[in-house]
């Protein structure tokens, strides 16, 4: 049996060591709930399963606050209503209204936290007490995607299956060896025409070339063209052309038609003449005609006597003689 010392003793012990864990608590605690907090909220229309209240709110990786509850909206039911409180000392001015909040997952635990984005520094401050908008993730639906991935796995297995059945296989080696088949017409059909297709692909360069040629050629000339018609000579050319015609289009309309009747007279006086002319070279025709005749004569007894003079050049001698 304990002595009243002992027992003295004992809860002297009792209360100083409760004294000691009520002081703790009450730093700890005490140093938690005299941070200034601010709350937000986020909507989110997809699951949110895994994140429960504790679980981190981070800023550009930074722990920054916590999600104080998770409950469904009173709004709209498909909508999750998220309660993070920040601490405002570690967010002063930085929760903006483009700000987004998205949905991580840690490694390969699967705990998700929520990881706030920056905003823009011209967009308005969000008041504590609104909502943020938020924004999707591909790991915060892993769960959903990787059903829908299985699913679709056990699907293009069960086709495997199917394709690999005895009928099917049978019908795979045909088209296989048909494929062969028209793999080696196509290579010996490739092979015999190499030559025509070289030629071809030779051809076509030499095209491709003078096409390229015949661009540049047609380039040179519009750009002479173009140089020539913004020339200071060509549009001076072009004026003096434009005041010819005019001054053509005022003789045209004045004197021209009196020009066109003169003309037409000299016309029948020139008819005239050449008609005395005609007549007077038809008198002396006969006249030519025997002059003609005559000179034909001389010419033929000139060529008489030379031949004789080439067969006998005697002749000049004894006709010198003679004399």
């Given at each position: 049996m304990a002595t009243r010392a002992q027992r003295v003793r004992l809860a002297l012990f009792l209360v100083f060591?409760?004294?000691?864990l009520a002081g703790f608590l009450l730093v700890v605690a005490g140093s938690q709930l005299l941070q200034k907090r601010v709350i937000y909220y986020i909507e989110f229309d997809?699951?949110?399963?895994?994140?429960?209240?504790?679980?981190?709110?981070?800023?550009?990786?930074?722990?920054?606050g916590r999600v104080e509850d998770t409950r469904v909206s009173p709004e709209e039911i498909g909508v999750v209503l998220v309660e993070i409180s920040l601490e405002a000392r570690k967010v002063p001015n930085?929760?903006?209204?483009?700000?987004?909040?998205?949905?991580?997952?840690?490694?390969?635990?699967?705990l998700k936290y929520i990881e706030l984005s920056s905003g823009s520094p011209d967009a308005p401050l969000l008041e504590p007490g609104e909502v943020l908008p938020a924004r999707a993730t591909f790991l915060s639906n892993m769960e959903e995607r990787a059903e829908v991935l299985m699913v679709r796995i056990e699907d293009?297995?069960?086709?495997?299956?199917a394709m690999t059945a005895e009928q099917n296989q049978r019908r795979l080696g045909r088209m296989i060896e048909a494929g062969s088949e028209l793999m080696e017409s196509t290579n010996t059909l490739i092979t015999d025409s190499s030559g025509?297709?070289?030629?071809?692909?030779?051809?076509?360069?030499?095209?491709t070339d003078n096409l390229a040629a015949t661009t540049a050629s047609m380039r040179a000339t519009m750009d002479s063209v173009r140089v020539l018609t913004s020339a200071?000579?060509?549009?001076?050319?072009?004026r003096d052309l434009s005041?010819?015609?005019?001054?053509?289009?005022?003789?045209?309309?004045?004197?021209?038609?009196?020009?066109?009747?003169?003309?037409?007279?000299?016309?029948?006086?020139i008819d005239a003449t050449v008609t005395?002319?005609?007549?007077?070279?038809?008198?002396?025709?006969?006249?030519?005609?025997?002059a003609m005749q005559s000179l034909e004569e001389t010419l033929l007894n000139v060529r008489q006597a030379t031949e004789l003079i080439r067969e006998n050049p005697a002749v000049l001698l004894r006709g010198r003689t003679d004399q």
């Amino acid at each position: 049996m304990a002595t009243r010392a002992q027992r003295v003793r004992l809860a002297l012990f009792l209360v100083f060591s409760f004294s000691v864990l009520a002081g703790f608590l009450l730093v700890v605690a005490g140093s938690q709930l005299l941070q200034k907090r601010v709350i937000y909220y986020i909507e989110f229309d997809e699951s949110v399963g895994g994140l429960s209240a504790g679980d981190p709110v981070k800023y550009q990786g930074i722990t920054v606050g916590r999600v104080e509850d998770t409950r469904v909206s009173p709004e709209e039911i498909g909508v999750v209503l998220v309660e993070i409180s920040l601490e405002a000392r570690k967010v002063p001015n930085l929760i903006r209204a483009d700000t987004q909040a998205r949905l991580y997952s840690q490694g390969v635990t699967g705990l998700k936290y929520i990881e706030l984005s920056s905003g823009s520094p011209d967009a308005p401050l969000l008041e504590p007490g609104e909502v943020l908008p938020a924004r999707a993730t591909f790991l915060s639906n892993m769960e959903e995607r990787a059903e829908v991935l299985m699913v679709r796995i056990e699907d293009l297995l069960t086709n495997l299956t199917a394709m690999t059945a005895e009928q099917n296989q049978r019908r795979l080696g045909r088209m296989i060896e048909a494929g062969s088949e028209l793999m080696e017409s196509t290579n010996t059909l490739i092979t015999d025409s190499s030559g025509d297709l070289g030629e071809t692909i030779a051809n076509l360069a030499r095209v491709t070339d003078n096409l390229a040629a015949t661009t540049a050629s047609m380039r040179a000339t519009m750009d002479s063209v173009r140089v020539l018609t913004s020339a200071e000579e060509t549009r001076t050319a072009l004026r003096d052309l434009s005041r010819s015609v005019r001054v053509l289009r005022e003789h045209l309309e004045g004197p021209v038609p009196e020009l066109l009747a003169s003309l037409h007279q000299m016309t029948g006086t020139i008819d005239a003449t050449v008609t005395h002319v005609d007549r007077t070279v038809l008198q002396s025709r006969k006249n030519i005609l025997d002059a003609m005749q005559s000179l034909e004569e001389t010419l033929l007894n000139v060529r008489q006597a030379t031949e004789l003079i080439r067969e006998n050049p005697a002749v000049l001698l004894r006709g010198r003689t003679d004399q």
